[in-house]
């Protein structure tokens, strides 16, 4: 049978049936889901917020279905749901920016043998020469989004670095752990939303299997 549709919401009642086909695994990866994502040092909203967050950063629709639909039974308002996605936007935007530096060493062919140093990281003002309005116009889009609104400082740098794992972008790492830190986000709160990261970048290949199951039974 051949599916024109390849995402439709009915499609995620299939991802019962790996608790058939991989049962010790299904099992332990729902039970560390579980625990990832209950309340803890953060909140089981706060959580549900970065869970958002990271979902439309790996772009799976049903984990944003998902969790959107959890925040809410959580009261996350549309406003916070809003900012949360608007701090993934920035920090996926950003991580691309922030590897421009990489790019400046490989076309100034700089023969480090190490392809990440923090101190790498200072070539991004050279952006402001080489494409000064749009960099001038991302960083003000940054700021924005990541500035204190509905959600606090700490809750969108938690937001950020949970985002900042998923794009695997050490800049961004460094940068935001140390920000949220400073808005006195704790070691154990920092664990915890990267466990919400983990989860969420883990269940969304989870999550696409029910394509694989519909491609493979087509």
Known sequence: ???????????????GELSDLVPDVFKAFMNFDRLALAEGKLTKKLKELIAIAVAHTTGCPYCIELHVKQGKSK???KEEMSEAIMVATALKAGSALAHGVNALNAYDQNEDEELYRASYFNRLKEFSKLNGEVFKSFVDFDGK?????????????LIAVAVA???????CI???????KRANATKEELAESIMVATALKAGSALAHSVNSLNAYDS
Not at 145 to 157: G, P, R, T, Y
Not at 165 to 171: L, S
């Open 1 to 15: 049978m051949s599916r024109e549709e390849l995402y439709k919401k009915s499609y995620f009642n299939r991802i």
């Open 75 to 77: 009261d996350v308002s």
């Open 145 to 157: 989004a990541m500035k204190e609104s509905i959600l606090s400082v700490k809750e969108k740098e």
């Open 165 to 171: 794992h998923t794009t695997g972008c050490p800049y």
């Open 174 to 180: 460094d940068d935001h752990t140390k920000r949220a």
